[in-house]
């Protein structure tokens, strides 16, 4: 049992290893992407609608609408400012430009930049609109609206509201209304359309992507690749922009999408009982650029992927996260650690301290694992004589059923549990995945230090100091802790400490120091334990003399 479980572990390894290594493939950045295109590509932005199954949607019904001209005659910034960002839009289709974040840098130590660098080179701004017709989405995707505001700075929660229009005497009108908020990401928004006078349901697109990432940050990160999450019908659906398969891309009944990456998100808000969402691809000069494309917004997310701040949002918007199968638990962790790091102002200490009290709890648990591993020893004489007496046990069911028999009884007369080693070991598992997918998904950990060289706790270790030290411990733990393997297993077993090495080389650094210290705590524990079951057989092999 001890030795299958072991071999579990160092195989789920391999699993996420091979995965990342081979199956996920790293997005290119966007000036790596576009490298093969011609230097004009940019062409008027049209309109960009997936084949779909139709969406659930209300009939279209002439409207009293003022149809008035309104437009300008040349182009102009608005620029949208606030505590948390400052936005550029443009009147020109009335799409965004700009998205910096303040309190979150890029690698040049910049506000960070949301919206990709593939938007300008092939003219597909964020807020763009996409419907059945053509001619409607070249149109006023490239018309000069009228803007309320030139700008508009809000401080102290402060709210303000920025009105593009656009219409022609035709019946053609667009409306795209934004209401923000000082100290939060969260906007309203709502999009009128009339298309020869009909009131007609445009759908808006996000992308390409989102954000810069460049290839060096990419190769430091452990899960990085970008694609779609939403909410539809009530289940949490996430599809990876490098897995695009365009039969399983459109969803109905959706209460919100997101475009997402590893560490923040563009996330809109619908009206469930009659919106959809899509992936979308779309290939230039054979390079692949992805899209969202949404139906019905009314309100819209553009930030990190803070869980406080996905919390506050409501409803399933914190599965954005992506905690994963053991969410609960990587829930209950995170709170913990914040709750540490509020005292202690440094992620990679509060991970430590945390990781210490998980050890506490788990104690008991470990020293029963001990005891049981201690008296599986003993027993192995008599194991291994009940097994030399079926030699031919392999290939004989009699005998194999007879020394099963003879073995099982051995342990019930020395009140053994064959399994007690190992329960302890799988009841941990869920902290271990629990702390992986927290390492990995929350922003809190991106550029945060630690100490000396590390200096973000998010990206691997890059000199392979804690990976090296993780492995030296993780060898010195499993000497000392007892096993019920004869010596050839015992011998083998002790590669795993080189293959979690090389695996945890490429993990990101707070996830390395997690398991360092776990060995670290082990190895003191082990001592404990081993002298303790020293001094207990000390005392009966004492009366035994006597």
Request: net charge positive; glycine share 6%; proline share 6%.
């Amino acid at each position: 049992m001890e030795k299958k479980l072991l071999l579990a572990i160092v195989l789920s390894f391999v699993v996420l290893f091979v995965w990342q290594a081979v199956f996920v493939k790293k997005t290119p950045p966007p000036e790596q992407a576009l490298e093969n295109l011609p230097e004009q590509v940019q062409q008027p932005a049209q309109r960009i609608l997936p084949e779909q199954k139709p969406s659930p949607k209300e009939t279209p019904v002439p409207e009293q609408v003022d149809f008035d001209a309104t437009a300008e005659t040349r182009e102009q910034q608005i620029v949208i400012e606030t505590s948390l960002f400052k936005a550029v839009w443009s009147n020109k289709g009335a799409v965004l430009k700009s998205w910096r974040l303040k309190e979150h840098l890029d690698e040049e130590g910049e506000p960070l930049e949301l919206i990709s660098g593939r938007s300008a080179a092939i003219d597909r701004f964020p807020f763009i609109l996409s419907t059945d017709d053509p001619d409607f989405d070249i149109l006023v995707n490239n018309a000069l609206f009228s803007a309320s505001n030139s700008e508009l700075r809000l401080h102290d929660g402060q709210s303000g509201e920025i009105r593009f229009e656009y219409s022609q005497e035709d019946g053609t009108k667009v409306e795209k209304l934004f209401t923000f908020t000082d100290g939060t990401y969260l906007f309203d928004m709502q999009i009128n359309a009339w298309n020869n006078g009909m009131k007609i349901d445009p759908r808006l697109i996000w992308g390409p992507g989102l954000g810069n990432p460049t290839l060096a940050s990419q190769k430091n990160r452990f899960g990085t690749t970008g694609g779609i999450a939403l909410s539809s019908a009530g289940r949490f659906t996430h599809l990876d922009e490098r897995k695009y398969n365009p039969e399983t891309s459109n969803f109905n009944f959706v209460s919100w999408a997101a475009y997402v990456d590893q560490y923040f998100t563009a996330m809109f808000f619908t009206s469930p009982q009659n919106s959809s969402a899509s992936l979308i691809k779309e290939e230039v000069e054979a390079v692949p650029f992805f899209f969202l494309s949404v139906n019905h917004p009314q309100k819209a997310y553009i930030g990190p992927k803070e869980f406080s701040r996905l919390a506050a949002l409501g409803g399933d918007a914190k599965e954005v996260l992506r905690f994963g199968l053991f969410g609960m638990i990587s829930e209950i962790l995170f709170r913990a650690i914040q709750a540490v790091y509020k005292a202690i102002p440094n992620w990679g200490l509060s991970i430590i301290i945390i990781t210490f009290f998980v050890k506490i709890i788990f104690f008991p648990l470990t020293y029963k694992s001990m005891q049981s591993m201690s008296k599986m020893q003993e027993l192995q004489p008599k194991i291994k004589a009940i097994k030399a007496k079926y030699k031919k046990a392999k290939q004989d069911t009699d005998q194999r059923r007879k020394m099963n028999e003879e073995t099982m009884k051995i342990y019930k007369e020395h009140k053994v549990n064959p399994a007690g080693g190992c329960l302890p070991m799988l009841i941990q598992m869920p902290i271990f995945w629990g702390f992986f997918r927290l390492l990995m998904a929350s922003i809190e950990f991106r550029h945060a230090p630690f100490l000396l060289w590390i200096t973000d706790l998010s990206i691997k270790d890059p000199y392979y100091v804690t990976p090296i030290l993780m492995g030296i411990t993780q060898y010195l733990s499993q000497k000392m802790t007892p096993t019920s393997a004869d010596p050839s297993q015992q011998k083998m077993m002790l590669i795993m400490p080189v293959v979690m090495t090389i695996f945890f080389m490429n993990f990101s650094s707070g996830l390395v120091l997690y398991w360092l210290t776990n060995n670290v705590l082990q190895i003191g524990q082990q001592y404990i334990m081993n002298r303790i079951q020293k001094n207990k057989k000390s005392i009966t092999h004492g009366k035994r003399k006597k």
